[in-house]
């Protein structure tokens, strides 16, 4: 085992974690604590064990072949199922990044003490284009020091509220290894669905695949490839434990604070502390519905303004690192699947275009919980398009015929 090479290969884990760290997956994570307290940690920690295994497959995909998901789809399969495995791939990104406009309209919202409208900060996002192709100049490399930035951004942040709000260590540590969930019923199952929907991204198999190929490796050799096959393991286990703690702070934190909580409780505690916002909790004896907005507000209610900004910051870089994952993404399936090259800017625009037109209908003529709303349709749309990534990474790396003697044996 080598330090040096370990660093070499480090890279294309962490852009492939940003899938499990972004807005859809912070407001799973919230919804969770907040519906079931700490009884669906297993759940969670269960989906990224799942999530790793399968980023591993794709993986080994690419250093093996030499080829990404998408391209080996394009050689394996005929035109009629090649374009629906495309267009179902291009619906999840296009969702993806509808959540990353969301997401970051909603914290530039909460930044801003509301001063830019929500559909202000959908026009914002437009700038990420730009930032995006900026940063894509400079090489990969720098493009993945960017991105660990804005993980470590993510880190500190939800870190904060974590100290801030001490949850209880052993709820914590029952909630993740032992699999129960005593008195759930319906919300309980549909929160539990919904994290393996937001974890496990469709596109994400395509871009880890793709990744890899960042490295140069001499596949002739398998020692070589053995090797790159070890170090990409070793870095995607570093990488998702870190998504996955970042993940636990957010649950931990709802969980402890807002679980069986009611609108009057948080609506007494928002007035009392002169919360510009308190309007937004009616005074009833109904269970509180949190979301991304109402998230940011009630901590600010309960631990001070800081916690407001911290967790807005937290969710702007959310934000801003998934929707390049996502950029990246649609170029490797597009190019892969169909043989078109687009320049960067062309996908980006069209992407966004497309991502950005319906979440400004919404920010414009209907209310934040609405575009909350969509975010949750967006998160129960990706669990529907994940077989549509799963299938082919299972069915290739279990041919011989494609992965010669790496072939997955399950």
Known sequence: FSFRKLWAFTGPGFLMSIAYLDPGNIESDLQSGAVAGFKLLWVLMLATIIGLLLQRLAARLGVVTGLHLAEVCNRQYRKVPRIILWLMVELAIIGSDMQEVIGSAIAINLL????????????????????????????????????????????????????????????????????????????????????VGAVIMPHNMYLHSALVKSRQVNRANKREVREANKYFFIESCIALFVSFIINIFVVTVFAEAFFEKTNADVSSVCTNSSSPHSSLFPNNNETLEVDIYKGGVVLGCYFGPAALYIWAIGILAAGQSSTMTGTYSGQFVMEGFLNLRWSRFARVLLTRSIAITPTLFVAIFQDVQHLTGMNDFLNVLMSLQLP????????????????????NGL
């Open 112 to 195: 801003s003490m509301g001063k830019i409208p929500l559909w202000g900060g959908v026009l914002i996002t437009i700038a990420d284009t730009f930032v995006f192709l900026f940063l894509d100049k400079y090489g990969l490399r720098k493009l993945e020091a960017f991105f660990g930035f804005l993980i470590t951004i993510m880190a500190l942040t939800f870190g904060y509220e974590y100290v801030t709000v001490k949850p209880d260590q052993e709820k914590l540590l029952k909630g993740l290894f032992i699999p129960y969930c005593q008195n759930c019923g319906t919300p309980q199952l549909e929160q539990a669905v919904g994290i």
């Open 388 to 407: 549509f990534a799963l299938i082919p990474v299972l069915t290739f790396t279990s041919l011989p015929a494609v992965m010669n003697d790496f072939a």
